[in-house]
């Protein structure tokens, strides 16, 4: 109950496409959503995060979409940038600055 | 431009070798985090620290693992002894834990281990 579930596990997406990333979880407690996204030999950086009391959140190219009934979250990347290309991982919390993380999704932006 | 600080950044060791890693964390953040990332597993947290106090170390080896806060400008985790699954890279991450819950962690560099 306590796993984040993230798909895909890869992704390849052209220059100016959307990128989609889906998470989903079990425990209906869970009140923080963030996103992190990662370059190679970096740590993880937030990027967007959002309160189940919305059902998006938007800053700039990077939008979170939030499905409570449904129990899932995804990071949509509009107009993609072979800048964009980086691991991304959701992750979920519960009232505390815990985190349970997704297992990340490679993406590649093809210029 | 405050920063979580990690040394070493790389660091080989030979199996049964004793390794100690070490964290900044930003100034006036109150809350530390310990994760191993490895390929298969992903992020792992190992230990949880929230006013020098531990939390929350149940994703921690017990026998091998230890993690400690001397003090609120350090916090360490020491692997003794080595062996060569604990190869991965290991990040700390701080931030200023809220009443609401949930807030940013800041991620230091990584220390990238080899056991061989």
């Known amino acids: 109950q306590q796993q984040v579930k993230q798909s895909p596990q890869s992704l390849i997406v052209q220059k100016g496409g959307i990128s989609i990333i889906n998470c989903a979880y079990e425990?209906?407690?869970?009140?923080?959503f963030p996103w992190y996204q990662q370059f190679p030999g970096k740590g993880p950086a937030l990027l967007i995060a959002?309160?189940?009391?919305?059902s998006e959140k938007k800053e700039g190219r990077f939008t979170i979409s939030f499905n409570k009934s449904a129990k899932q979250f995804s990071l949509h990347i509009m107009d993609s940038q072979p800048g964009d290309s980086a691991t991304y991982f959701c992750?979920?919390?519960?009232?505390?600055?815990?985190?349970?993380f997704g297992t990340g999704t490679r993406l590649k932006v093809l210029a | 431009d405050a920063r979580v600080t990690q040394t070493p950044r790389h660091k080989v060791t030979e199996m049964g070798q004793e390794v100690t890693m070490r964290c900044q964390p930003i100034?006036?953040?109150?809350?530390v985090f310990w994760y191993r990332q490895t390929m298969m597993q992903g992020l792992e947290l190992l230990a949880y620290?929230?006013?020098?106090?531990?939390?929350?170390d149940s994703g921690m080896p017990k026998d091998r693992f230890s993690a400690e806060m001397p003090d609120a400008t350090l916090a360490t985790l020491k692997i003794q002894p080595s062996e060569p699954r604990d190869s991965a890279v290991y990040f700390c991450?701080?931030?200023?834990?809220?009443?609401?819950?949930?807030?940013?962690?800041?991620f230091g560099p990584g220390t990238r281990l080899l056991v061989l």
């Open positions: 100034l006036g953040h109150n809350t």
């Open positions: 425990n209906t407690a869970f009140d923080y």
């Open positions: 620290f929230r006013n020098r106090a531990p939390l929350d």
């Open positions: 991450a701080s931030g200023r834990d809220t009443s609401a819950g949930g807030g940013t962690q800041y």
């Open positions: 992750a979920a919390s519960k009232g505390t600055y815990k985190y349970i």
């Open positions: 959002i309160r189940p009391d919305v």
